[in-house]
């Protein structure tokens, strides 16, 4: 198979993770017989720094008309500590979302066997856990009209919703659903929030499709205070963009570090694939990220392709890694601590 792939590195620790997905991705690719070709483009604060814009036309060039692509990170203290700015990095991925249609992100939390003890959950009850979350991207709060008045003195955040908006990401939901075990858990906070209600009634109208597939409804607080008490009761949860974005964020440290959990944002032409961490600048040239979460993206990326064998190579790659305990900084835990790049080269020798 020939993947042209736009690869989006953007900013702090996101060229180096990046560096070691492209490494192990090529590896994958030799080994099965495929040719990738990768295309740069810039986003973020490297790319306001570049030509003033943080998702600059030619990179929405780039990324129409790839297969797919390979995200890194974005972000910079110089704009998080400039609430004034008037352009920030953020901006650009939200703009992404938007125009490249990527309306549903999808959230895996699973535990790697040899690491259940360094989460910060007991073993107990993390055990098992194998869970994901899709995310509404392109709706809601963050897209809706904002301001102040009063002179300053009063903000406003619209939080507005379609049911087609919900509908579609449903449909995601349910046919994941179809493929594990079944189970539907809708989040919402529909005992206060009219957007809410509508995404409870639009799941209901839906289920008389999906007979097969068992559906709750739980509002999102509960939701925040099972995911550390049961994590592994829940199977396939939907919800939408504010609530997803703090639950996806709280689920992520169950496995024990957020370096390992990757992510994908489905759209109906081209999907993005990204690890889940920050830009971390304060590691940036440092050779301490860990680059396992974007090498696991990268084996979404491909099994969203169809090409499985290449993605569990890559995920089996990974797995003999922490249990060889070739691992950055952050998974160490006193023991040796390997670079960036030298757990990027272990993995693609490994392929």
């Known amino acids: 198979m020939k993947l042209n792939i736009a690869l989006l590195a953007g900013d702090g620790i996101g060229p180096e993770v990046i560096d070691q997905a492209v ?3 090529d590896a994958v690719a030799q080994k099965f017989g495929h040719e990738i070709t990768w295309k ?13 814009e943080p998702y600059p036309d030619a990179t929405h060039e780039v990324c129409k008309n790839a297969d797919a692509v390979l995200f890194g990170a974005i972000g910079h203290p110089k704009y998080d500590n ?29 535990t790697f066997p040899s690491l259940l003890d360094k989460s910060p959950l007991k073993r107990e009850r993390i055990e ?7 995310r509404e991207l392109t709706g809601g709060i963050y897209f809706g009209e904002k301001g102040r008045k009063d002179n300053g003195d009063t903000a406003f955040d619209n939080c507005v919703y379609t049911r087609t908006e919900v509908q579609r990401l ?19 906070k529909a005992n206060v929030l009219e957007t809410s209600r509508l995404w409870r009634e639009t799941v209901q109208a839906m289920e008389k499709d999906y007979p097969e597939v068992t559906v709750s409804y739980e509002f999102v607080d509960a939701v925040a205070m099972r995911l550390v008490q049961w994590p ?12 997803g974005d703090i639950l996806t964020d709280e689920a992520s440290v169950i ?20 690890p889940i961490h920050g830009s971390y600048p304060q590691a940036t040239g440092l050779n301490i990220a860990n680059p396992m979460a974007t090498v696991l993206s990268a084996a979404m990326m491909f099994e969203n392709f169809g090409l499985m064998e290449e993605g569990k190579a890559m995920r089996d790659a990974v797995n003999k890694a922490l249990e060889a ?22 993995l693609a020798a490994n392929i």
Not at 232 to 243: A, G, K, P, Q
Not at 334 to 339: D, Q
């Open 232 to 243: 592994n009761s829940y199977d396939v949860l939907i919800t939408e963009n504010l609530f």
């Open 82 to 110: 400039d609430p004034s700015a008037p352009v920030r990095p953020e901006q650009g991925l939200l703009k992404m979302r938007k125009a490249l249609g990527l309306f549903a992100n999808v959230r895996p939390t699973f």
């Open 128 to 134: 098992g856990t194998d869970l994901v979350f899709l």
């Open 40 to 52: 740069p483009a810039l986003t973020g604060a490297a790319a306001i720094d570049a030509v003033g």
């Open 23 to 25: 490494k192990v991705s």
């Open 255 to 274: 496995s024990g570090s957020m370096g390992l959990m990757p992510s994908a944002s489905m759209g109906a032409e081209v999907s993005l694939f990204e």
């Open 170 to 188: 449903a449909k995601k939901g349910f046919e994941l659903a179809m493929t594990r075990s079944k189970k539907l858990c809708c989040v919402d």
């Open 325 to 346: 305990g070739v691992v950055t900084e952050d998974l160490a835990d006193g023991g040796k601590a390997y670079g960036t790049k030298e757990v990027g080269d272990w």
